[in-house]
């Protein structure tokens, strides 16, 4: 699985957009990006996912670079509930079938502020 | 609909000891997938059920082991339990028209 690098961490002003960066050089032809984050001590959430256009859902967007070797997750208006870990996750998509570990790293830290 | 549901939420267990953590997937999942998160650390990838049968595994020693039920239900079973056992254990569910995985809440597993 190709491996991602991501801040440490990163602050946000409520109201703001949150633009959280993730850089996944070695990602081959058939490895999504997904998106997670997980609020303390509880499981991780999904956010989004995409192959190499540019996705929205109801939680957030999901811009990945044409070269596909990195990614920006859009909160666009961050809430003090949206402090968390988010974690940029290069996964197998073994054709549609369910396979495949997810692998995680340090993720960032995202902190909204008042 | 429920989401995906783990059974108990916290466990305290001592050395040497079994444990056995339960996994109830997404309605319409088919795929169980286990985890193991230590303290301050992103999740590692344990092993994957599908069909009843261990699809994939991660770097985890035979003292883990697991089930999955026909009803796609799942168990995880540790043995000989070592303090370093001690984590967070999610179950995470899919299904085979999406790759998506869906975590659970989790059990915390404290080892004395």
């Known amino acids: 699985d190709a491996k991602t690098t991501q801040p440490p961490s990163m602050d946000c002003a409520e109201g703001r957009a949150a633009n959280l960066p993730c850089n996944h050089s070695t990602i081959s032809g058939n490895e999504y990006v997904y998106w997670y984050r997980q609020i303390h001590s509880q499981g991780p959430q999904y956010i989004i996912h995409?192959?190499?256009n540019n996705e929205t859902n109801e939680m957030a967007s999901l811009i990945i670079t044409e070269d596909r070797k990195s990614s920006t997750l859009i909160l666009p208006h961050a809430t003090l509930r949206d402090t968390a870990v988010y974690y940029c996750?290069?996964?197998?998509?073994?054709?549609?079938?369910?396979?495949?570990?997810?692998?995680f790293g340090q993720g960032t830290i995202l902190t909204v502020h008042p | 609909d429920a989401g995906v549901t783990q059974s108990p939420t916290h466990l305290i267990k001592t050395r040497g000891q079994q444990v056995t953590l339960r996994c109830s997937p997404k309605?319409?999942?088919?795929?169980v997938s286990w985890y193991q998160q230590a303290l301050g650390q992103g999740p590692q990838f344990i092993f994957q059920y599908y069909e009843e049968e261990e699809r994939q595994r991660g770097n985890f020693p035979d003292r883990f082991s697991g089930h999955q039920f026909p009803n796609y239900s799942s168990e995880l079973n540790v043995n000989a339990l070592l303090l370093g056992d001690s984590a967070l254990y999610l179950c995470?569910?899919?299904?085979?028209?999406?790759?998506?995985?869906?975590f659970g809440p989790g059990t915390r597993l404290t080892v004395l």
């Open positions: 995470a569910s899919s299904s085979t028209s999406s790759d998506t995985q869906y």
């Open positions: 996750i290069v996964g197998p998509n073994a054709g549609g079938t369910s396979y495949g570990k997810l692998t």
């Open positions: 995409g192959l190499k």
């Open positions: 309605s319409g999942h088919d795929t």
